[in-house]
């Protein structure tokens, strides 16, 4: 069994002390495989906000996989958004844009989706695609394949169709070739889970996709502070939300999919511990 807790729009520059203080703290309890941090780790790409992000992450208590999101490339000035997208970005988070987690269980691969060119929707290219299934195919079948991005591959409920990762249709025939199980996106601050396939007919393979909200930044929109707990245990996964409730994090919803004949099944849902 692996347990990924997936966290998203830290937005340093924004966030909230406390609750940052309190993420770490059940970090450390749930002690995870692995943290994927889905983007958006500042509020301005300014230097202070990622070396901020940069003390903060060396905290974490877990191997990171983490990409960057649309509030991390320069906004006000156009040079340096157009010429040093993602300098800071390498010099304070890292040089790997698409950085890649696998042990003998799970494999997360990272896609940066952000651009220079977009102001707050993303991109993935055919470059990527390629590389995505390249990378991946190559990785032993009975790995538990995920991949993570800023931006969401599948619109949330109720949005308009538009509103996901440009190109993104494209990926998925990538995705199902080469085994992905799980898509992990932020970039909303909405949490929800969902299957590629109610938006997608022509994949034929069931794909999980799981948002999370932001972790803990004072950017909410109409829910709180929250990340994912997501547990992989071959033919289950149980994705857990855990919100702040004004002193700590606590389990929220449970929701778990089993697979059932090469299709993930949601079962009925349970309360969280
Ligand atoms: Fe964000
Ligand atoms: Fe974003």
């Given at each position: 069994?692996?347990?990924?807790?997936?966290?998203?729009?830290?937005?340093?520059?924004?966030?909230?002390p406390?609750v940052?203080?309190?993420?770490?703290?059940?970090?450390?309890?749930?002690?995870?495989?692995?943290?994927?941090?889905?983007?958006?780790?500042?509020?301005?790409?300014?230097r202070?906000?990622?070396?901020?992000?940069?003390?903060y992450?060396?905290?974490?208590?877990?191997?990171l996989?983490?990409?960057?999101?649309?509030?991390?490339?320069?906004?006000?000035?156009?040079?340096?958004?157009?010429?040093?997208?993602?300098?800071?970005?390498?010099?304070?988070?890292?040089?790997?844009?698409?950085?890649?987690?696998?042990?003998?269980?799970?494999?997360?691969?990272?896609?940066?989706?952000?651009?220079?060119?977009?102001?707050?929707?993303?991109?993935?290219?055919?470059?990527?695609?390629?590389?995505?299934?390249?990378?991946?195919?190559?990785?032993?079948?009975?790995?538990?394949?995920?991949?993570?991005?800023?931006?969401?591959?599948?619109?949330?409920?109720?949005?308009h169709?538009?509103?996901?990762?440009?190109?993104?249709?494209?990926?998925?025939?990538?995705?199902?070739?080469?085994?992905?199980?799980?898509?992990?996106?932020?970039?909303?601050?909405?949490?929800y889970?969902?299957?590629?396939?109610?938006?997608?007919?022509?994949?034929?393979?069931?794909?999980?996709?799981?948002?999370?909200?932001?972790?803990?930044?004072?950017?909410?929109?109409?829910?709180?502070?929250?990340?994912?707990?997501?547990?992989?245990?071959?033919?289950?996964?149980?994705?857990?939300?855990?919100?702040?409730?004004?002193?700590?994090?606590?389990?929220?919803?449970?929701?778990?999919?089993?697979?059932?004949?090469?299709?993930?099944?949601?079962?009925?849902?349970?309360?969280?511990?």
């Amino acid at each position: 069994m692996r347990t990924i807790a997936h966290v998203s729009d830290l937005h340093f520059g924004r966030e909230d002390p406390r609750v940052a203080t309190a993420l770490l703290r059940d970090l450390e309890q749930m002690a995870p495989s692995v943290v994927v941090v889905s983007g958006d780790l500042t509020q301005r790409a300014r230097r202070r906000e990622f070396a901020a992000a940069r003390d903060y992450l060396a905290r974490v208590p877990a191997p990171l996989v983490v990409v960057p999101g649309n509030h991390d490339v320069p906004l006000w000035d156009v040079l340096a958004r157009f010429t040093r997208t993602f300098d800071l970005y390498r010099e304070y988070i890292s040089g790997d844009l698409g950085p890649l987690f696998r042990d003998d269980e799970i494999a997360v691969l990272g896609v940066n989706t952000a651009r220079a060119m977009t102001f707050k929707g993303g991109r993935i290219s055919q470059a990527q695609i390629a590389e995505l299934h390249e990378r991946l195919s190559m990785l032993p079948g009975a790995l538990f394949k995920t991949v993570v991005t800023h931006h969401q591959l599948l619109p949330p409920p109720g949005g308009h169709l538009l509103d996901r990762v440009g190109r993104g249709a494209r990926a998925f025939s990538a995705i199902e070739k080469c085994g992905v199980e799980l898509l992990l996106a932020g970039h909303l601050h909405l949490g929800y889970t969902g299957d590629v396939r109610s938006h997608y007919p022509f994949v034929r393979r069931s794909v999980l996709v799981v948002l999370a909200g932001t972790a803990i930044s004072t950017r909410v929109r109409g829910e709180p502070n929250g990340y994912n707990k997501i547990a992989i245990d071959r033919d289950c996964v149980d994705v857990e939300r855990r919100l702040w409730d004004g002193n700590a994090f606590l389990g929220a919803l449970v929701t778990r999919f089993r697979r059932l004949a090469h299709e993930w099944v949601q079962q009925p849902t349970r309360p969280g511990p």
